[in-house]
């Protein structure tokens, strides 16, 4: 075994690994100041030009800041906690094509893979609020466990039916059943699309579903304990997994990286790609940022009302009708 | 040793030393840490068994759900009075160690006696996916029928067990979140 | 790659005794039940060993015992789901998880 295909695909995986970890402090700066428009107020603007540079003071701040631990918390996971939250979230960006051919690797149950490790995240959480000896900690860890593994249903069962249509679990195929417009799963699955974009935000706890953290009953939530670089991380946590939910609603129903008419081939083609993927991401994060300055946050029996007594049973009415359709459509075909 | 194989000591080693680290941690909360990283070298097995379907299943059941819920009966079940941890006495331990080095011996001396007819891996060109899927619904469908159905009465016979009962009803049971609410607060 | 049947068995042994152990001595029964998920897996990765070294012999593709594996996944799922509220209904009785203090049958 030679070692340079090992090294490409090192190359590619810091590559996509950077753009991600780049993408973070200016997801966070665009939050500030979308949510300071929406509310009509100025926002960031002091540090460089328009506030550019306020992730650089924001991430100089975290890092010096003493990094305090709880009495009596469980110290080993006190500290393991933010790098579970965060780890998962990095991985699970191995598996999705950001443009045409370009994905770390090419799984063939890659769909799998990335439920999986966003899966994963709710043990950061569960353990960090265990470990910091708080009642709110923990009641914030609790929280969010149910949450995320209720939600986790609704948005398995929201894939199958897409898994059904597309008659894959590898996200490159997905990805290039989507090329021209009317393929694209929104179009032939806008039920799905729904139930997984609203598990998505349960699954990264961002309002209208951020009851694990929410201040006005938690102080912080999961992280009310932690400070410094710790808490950054969680931070930093909860942006990847954000970025990894839109990129994934991105590749499953929004036609990946077509522009929705077939591209040239070659280069050019490869570069338009990530192009159309990169501009399709930003709109699904702004959408996400936009609905979380716009709603008001559900209580928490709503939040499970919702998650087990509509989008579980309206998956599965989904998958009935969609194998059904697909049946009769194989039957014609 | 090639790449692939230091990969398969790895998982190896992810899967057996958490969970013979289990045997000597009394924190239960950090027996299910050392148990996560137990069952993720299992899925790292199943990887480099050529069973990647198995290998993500099993993170996502195992992990994803199974451990979840033994951390929440953790922390709903644990009291600040009584600490979160256990001692094993040697009234247990003795028996117990040899118990298992018994069974440890008699499965290797299978493992080890029996002419195992193996035959050269064939490579796996195709994904076995769509192979499972198939054989699941068609096969095994009478097992996966029956699995579905424990499956169903699982779920309502949790459901009926675990249910709070009203205040005033015959034991006067306590509610579900006053235990664990204060079980950490000191 | 010469990941041997052999030593798929030796390491499920090992493993799986550990997991006997554990039931044999813990006395809180989510360690109980932790432990007997360690034995699950144990038997689930002699399953899949023997579903490959034996792809040639009986069938030509290696996913009928991948099948039982995924059958024992949902059964232990079942299993934790039920252990887990009979933890629970127990612990709302007794007020404690171990196993040793639940003696109501005694006398």
Redesign the interface.
Known sequence: MTWSPILLDVIRAVLIFAAVMTLVPFLVLAERRISAWIQNRVGPNRVGPMGTLQPLADVIKLVFKEEIVPARADRVLYSLGPLLSFAPAAIAFAAIPVGRGLQVVDMSVGVLFVITATSLAVYGISFGGWASNNKFSLLGGLRSSAQIISYEIAMGLALISVIMTTGSVSLSQISEGQTSFLCWNIFRQPIAFVIFFTAAFAENNRLPFDLPECESELVGGYHTEYSGMKFGMYFLAEYVAMIVMSAMVVTLFLGAWSPGFALPEGLLGTVISVGVFSFKLFAVLFFYIWVRWTLPRFRYDQLMHLGWKSLVPLAMANIVVTGIVVTIWDAVQ | MSFSDSIFWVFATTAVVPAFLILFTRSIVRMAFLLLGSLAGFAGLYLQLNAAFLGFTQVMVYIGGILILFLFGVMLTQRSDIPVREKVGPALAVPGFFAGLLLMAALLFIALQNPWKTHPPVPVTEPDTPVIGIKLLSTYILPFEAVSILLLAAMVGATYIARVQAPGAPDGQAELSDSNAEGRLE | ??????????????????????V?????L??I???L??ML?AV??SL??F???????LT?????P??F???V??????????G??????V???W????AGEIDLLKG
């Open positions: 790659m010469t990941l041997s049947l052999s030593f798929c068995l030796h390491l499920s042994a090992a493993i799986f005794s550990i997991g006997v152990y554990g044999l001595t813990r006395s809180n989510i360690v039940l932790m432990s998920e360690i897996n689930n990765l899949v060993a579903g490959r070294a034996f792809l040639t012999d030509r593709d290696p996913s009928g991948q099948v594996v995924i059958m996944l949902a059964v232990a799922a079942a299993e934790a789901a039920v887990l509220s009979i933890l629970l209904a612990y709302r009785k007020r404690t998880t171990n």
